[in-house]
């Protein structure tokens, strides 16, 4: 298989960058601003915390570059080498410290492209042309055009993007099932304990509005009754930032709780024998996550996939006997759109809200009697293990992408 090196700009229709400020945002609109954390690791976008620019105010923010179908979106400046293609369908504008590529589809496919960007070469060729800062790093985009790719025959390259695109095409369709599984999980608790419509109602009294037994406490209450523990991650005495590495076991911060999942995109390691050292702070299946500062109604299930991550300095944990407490009754309850509430308006801190263990373990349940939160656990638990099975799946598809994109993009093996 013959590969010829050319640059960007021989193979490109345009660079172009995002603007040098941020226009006013919102929780939807009529453009998504993709910035850096829309843009995973894996090269996937990720809307789930996507912030939208208004109508009136899309003409100006895509003045200079309106992204289209196929243009490859990276970042260049802070976080970097995070690229991802825009899909169909997606009304967009590039955010600070973003930019994008427009292939010219009649010499490179733009999947092919996409997946190059994950290859030794490519990766070597950026880490020596970024200037270190002393804030962050950047990638000159003067000398972008100039970057070298490696290119064999267009019916080769499309050929090399099918065989690797199947990986990805797994890890959607389970994201898109894990979506509504969990979606499934939330309606059926608000149906029992929100609208109290759960099964056997029609026999059960009420007491000022309230099904008979059920009771109103607290989170510390519960831990109390049902042996349950609230914890602060590690505080910087205990993990230094020296002893984070490139590798090795992942640690939860609040950036890595994303859309009731962690996303492994940003999250930062330790090695083997530190995480050992920390071992209280090791995460089980069924803990509850929350920050402790920021978005600090975020939370997260751990789940099998998770197991033995370690809770970040910036985290808290909740943790119960699923045998004593079910957590995926209570995880439910701590997303409720009133629980959110409480949280916000309890959290302390003049420029940033807050969480401590206090706070946490004085978080109103209503709690409807061990019967009930067990019937939803037998729905609730199936539906978690599913989510757990699809997040382990695709784990193991994007470790599979990874070891043969590169025996691909070198010719080592031929499609």
Known sequence: MTHKLVAIRDISLG??????????????????????SNITESGALTLTEARWVAHA????????VQPKVGDIVFTYEATLNRYAVIPEGLSCCLGRRTALIRPDKAKVDDRYLFYYFFSPEWRTQIAANTLLGATVDRIPLTKFPEFKVR?????????????????????ETNRRRIVLLEEA???LYREWFVDHRFPGRALVKRNDGLPQGWETTTVGELCAKFDGTLQTGPFGSQLHKDEYSEEGVPVVMPQDIRGDQIDLSRIARIPEHVADRLSRHKLR?????????GEVTKRVLVTGAHEGYVCGTGCLRIRFDAKRLPPAWLFQHLGQKETCRWIENNAVGATMPNLNTAILASVPVLYPGE???????AFAVPIM???DSLSRANLKALEARGELLPKLMSGAIRV
Not at 16 to 36: K, N, Q, S, Y
Not at 285 to 293: A, L, Q, S
């Open 185 to 187: 999980a939330r309606l």
């Open 57 to 64: 105010d899309v003409a100006r923010w895509t003045k200079r």
């Open 385 to 387: 293990q599913q989510v």
């Open 285 to 293: 299946v069924g803990d509850i996550v929350f920050p402790r500062r």
């Open 371 to 377: 019967e009930l939160v067990r019937e939803y656990a």
């Open 151 to 171: 290119l064999p025959a267009l019916s080769v390259q499309q050929e090399i993007a099918r065989a690797l695109g199947v990986f990805d095409d797994l890890v």
């Open 15 to 36: 660079l172009f960058d995002g603007p040098h400020a941020t226009p006013a945002l919102h929780e939807d609109g009529a453009a998504v601003f993709l910035g850096i």
